[in-house]
């Protein structure tokens, strides 16, 4: 047996199981999308439908502000843990790294044990002021559980580009005269935007198809992966949800190409 | 004395951060063990709910199990040996096919299962088997263990290592085992790890494809979240935990190895 | 020319001792008085401290509690170091990635306030000054590794520092850049009149480029003096073997004569010692006729270097010796010569066990 054909039949099983169970399927969602009784235009509902609009817009707004506030939480955070050396950083490293991978339902049951109707922050507002503070099934709740998956892996991002940032960039700025904030504004900051570009989009994309948390909450927000939970199983509306899951998977994935281009290096979602 | 000021004031924003992180999951933690958690901890502790949770559910968590090992057997035998011959073969047709295994990571779970429920749907006996939902997981974990592995490959020269074994006459299929998969092995645990703590957690693609009779763990969690009381719900919580929190540790030490290799 | 650098401040150094906090002793309590407008080269191996000492005057280390820097009767110790008006030019050079070449020559400026104009102004006397033109707007990533060097020279003078502070700048580079720019150097610190520290482990840039050098050992200063004086006077066989190429010997002194294997060598001194330590430099050691000399050996080798030959002569002191010699002689392997040394040109050095 040559070389050549040792590595097609290594190959070969990859290419069985995705061209199977993905690229087939992905086809055949595509094909629906376009086959109900809207035809192609289905394709084009989640523009001109106003309450697929209105929901399309909901979670680019909601998605975009989970991104930019777990940004600036994890740069603040991740720029101080690598930069000082404590007693107990390590145990704190690891209070904020370890959800990385909890499921959405779980995250979203955490957050009603925090402002759910039992929850910590309602029962410390009652006691203090009498009026119980609930609000784990609103969007709020949803943006909380959103920042909650998203922290821990942007911080690990932030924190290993911190660490191979050049400290004499940093040094030279102050001999120049910049104080401790114009080094964060000129120096550190743009340094960072790689980072902040590749685990911006993870945060985005995974945001956007976020489909647990907004179950477990169980809420009337409109989020697109609600939307086409509900059109497919209360509705069976099989096409319309095949259109928006197509939308919903081509702007994840734009956005994550995007990015890719803007920083070279390898840019994923997962969860 | 202003840079005190400065240190203490990122230390508390840090601390907040990991109070946000950690106190609901000690909430969840402690409601689990304790025998009415309105009343609160006063009430006292139990195991009792924890039991409930094992009578309900012993079911799901094993199935959880069965797909977790199943999805790891499978992106072990498929995934491994395709790593190698992506990262031998290079060209243009490899960076493709590296690019449409990766495309998971980028689509939404929903969007996956819809489309594998839209094409096999028919199929009665493999949709009714929890197959269906190793398929999901299958392809939802493959590019983790693909990835992990070429990373190996790509800081070890692994083609010289490869040529050198042929020079003294192996057959490829001997320097596979021989050379290739013992040279890839951090890259083979730490994806499996990874693959293993995906399967047991992965819920949006589940959801839609489990049937009555084939329900995972998480999917077990968002029935109790959904009918059970708190505590069941918590301790239900607690198992999973128990469950998942040392593989993620193991994830995050093998991690900080890589780093200082 | 000076009016382009502004003047230069004196800068005293008292009792600057560092340890880190890993209980590393970088530097023993050391005093050093750098003279307005001086060149002062910090010179020794790898791992002795000079950049610890360098990082001490910018202000970028703390010293150990006792220790003050002085910029002239200014006491700056506890002025950070973005107060402290100090020009820096790092090893890596630190040039901002982020921003062209021209905005890195003017980021000093724009954060002292100064207005659009007179800041152009300045960057363009920069360029000129370090031979960067055509180069303003281009990218960091864009320069050769000798460019990137005036670039964060003139960044470090665009500003009118008090002390220029420079940290193995040439050493990045490679040999023959390193030569060119090493003379470019010269005559730029000469014209600009700066005070400035610099730090190389290169003998031959700390020879040319320092009014004083400063050998540095372990953590702690081993000489000061001109280079002329570090050459030909070093005080400790290390100094000796450091800077130059250099014979040592052993042997007792008896009178004014040092007795070698080979036989004796005069001394300019009458001194009485058991086990004297001298030095030789090579192109001190004369060939002579067998019958004329008081040293005699067997030449080793030869090697032809071009403006001389390189001589190993056995036989002489218990060590081989090395020999600088014309190129015009006629050498063998084997021969038997006669060896003459100037008595000035014998130092004799403290022993170290
Ligand atoms: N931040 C630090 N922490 C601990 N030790 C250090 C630190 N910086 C330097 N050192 C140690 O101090 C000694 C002197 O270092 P340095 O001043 O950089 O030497 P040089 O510039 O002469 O090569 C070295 O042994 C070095 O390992
Ligand atoms: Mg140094």
Redesign the pocket.
Known sequence: MSHRTFVWICLLPLVVVTIAFFLLPIAQLVVVGATGPRGLSAYLAILTEPRYRATMINTVVLAAATTIATLVIATIAGLFLQRHRFPGRAVLIAMLTFPLAFPGVVVGFLIILLAGRQGLIGAISNAVSGEKIVFAYSIFGLFLGYLYFSIPRVILTIMAAVQKLDVGLEEAARSLGASPWAVQRDVVLPALGPAFVASGAIAFATAMGAFGTAFTLATNIDVLPMLIYTEFTLAANFSISAALSIGLGVIAWAILALARSFSGGAVAAAG | MRDRLIFLGQLGFTLLVAAFLVVPVILSLSAGVTVNYFRGIQSGITLQWVRQVWELYAGEIFLSFVIAIATLVVTLVVGVPAAYALHVRGGKLSRVIEEIITLPLAIPGLAIALALLLTYGGFGSFRRSWLFILAGHVIFTMPFMVRSVMAVFASIDIKTLDEGAASLGASPWRRFRNVIVPNAMPGILAGSLMVVTLSLGEFNLTWMLHTPLTKTLPVGLADAYASMRLEVASAYTLIFFVMIVPLLVAMQMFADEGQKR | MSAIAGHGAAVHIERCGKT???G?Q?LAPASLDIVSGETLVLL?P????????LRIIAGLEQPDAGGRVLFDTNDMTPVPIEQRNVGMVFQSYALFPNMSVSDNIGYGLKIRGIDAKARAARIKEMVALTNIGGLEDRRIDQLSGGQRQRVALARAVAIRPRVLLLDEPLTALDASLRDRLRGELNRLLRSLGITTIY?T?DQAEAMELGDRIVV?RK?AIAQIGTPREIYFTPQSRFVAEFVGAANIVEGPVIGRRLMLTGGSLALQEAADIAAAVAMIRPETIRIVGQGDASLTGIIDSVSFIGDRLRLVVTGAAEKPLVVDAPNTIVAGIGDHVGLSVAPEAIRLLPRED
């Open positions: 880190f906090p890993d590393t970088a020794g790898s791992g002795c401290g000079k950049t610890t000492m730090v482990h540095m953590g």
